[in-house]
T-cell receptor, first 115, second 113 residues
Framework: AQSVTQPDIHITVSEGASLELRCNYS??????LFWYVQSPGQGLQLLLK??????LVQGIKGFEAEFKRSQSSFNLRKPSVHWSDAAEYFC?????????????FGGGTRVLVKP | KAGVTQTPRYLIKTRGQQVTLSCSPI?????VSWYQQTPGQGLQFLFE???????NKGNFPGRFSGRQFSNSRSEMNVSTLELGDSALYLC????????????FGPGTRLTVT
């Protein structure tokens, strides 16, 4: 069974500083990987996805993520954080095959942005 | 194109009652998945429907059930509510059977008292 670990529960970053959120996954085959963001009281918004090909993927809002198979990681980065980036971020892995569209999520990382 | 819509947005029920939540997927999307989000357990997969058939089910008791209609709209039902069922219930839609790229609605906040 697949699993996702986000080691950092909370991260505080100053506005304008860079941000990196860690994600490690466990899956027996090539994973489908996602990053979602959730603002308070809202649903999840898809930031970016990795299915195959180039291991550095670009997403919305200036985010990017890099897939590293050797480290089973899919870390999310943003060069310069804006106050509006304060939210909770979830990494997820998708099950491949006949099991359908099931996503397994990490526990999330809450990002606080200091002015 | 309109996003995923969920109704109602907020709901308060009493223990022992039952509740039905509704989800309308993005137009053209045929797969609907449901997730439960709680502070303690995080985001957990409930089930997924495609073409009116349940294709996958998470590890939840039989009190949790769902269905999908021919227009892809979906409902989930929770019977005999327990306090622990208090959660944000999220619906997500996908274009096809194995597209994996899921788009989420705003959720229904269920409070069981």
């Amino acid at each position: 069974a697949q699993s996702v670990t986000q080691p950092d529960i909370h991260i505080t970053v100053s506005e304008g500083a860079s941000l990196e959120l860690r994600c490690n996954y466990s899956y027996g085959a090539t994973p489908y990987l996602f990053w979602y963001v959730q603002s308070p009281g809202q649903g999840l918004q898809l930031l970016l996805k990795y299915f195959s090909g180039d291991t550095l993927v670009q997403g919305i809002k200036g985010f990017e993520a890099e897939f590293k198979r050797s480290q089973s990681s899919f870390n999310l980065r943003k060069p310069s954080v804006h106050w509006s980036d304060a939210a909770e971020y979830f990494c997820a892995v998708g099950a491949v095959g006949a099991a359908g569209n099931k996503l397994t999520f990490g526990g999330g990382t809450r990002v606080l942005v200091k002015p | 194109k309109a996003g995923v819509t969920q109704t109602p947005r907020y709901l308060i029920k009493t223990r022992g009652q039952q509740v039905t939540l509704s989800c309308s997927p993005i137009s053209g999307h045929r797969s609907v998945s449901w997730y439960q989000q709680t502070p303690g357990q995080g985001l957990q997969f409930l089930f997924e429907y495609f073409s009116e058939t349940q294709r996958n089910k998470g590890n939840f008791p039989g009190r949790f059930s769902g269905r999908q209609f021919s227009n892809s709209r979906s409902e989930m039902n929770v019977s005999t509510l327990e306090l622990g069922d208090s959660a944000l219930y999220l619906c997500a839609s996908s274009l096809a059977a194995a597209s994996y790229e899921q788009y989420f609605g705003p959720g229904t906040r269920l409070t069981v008292t």
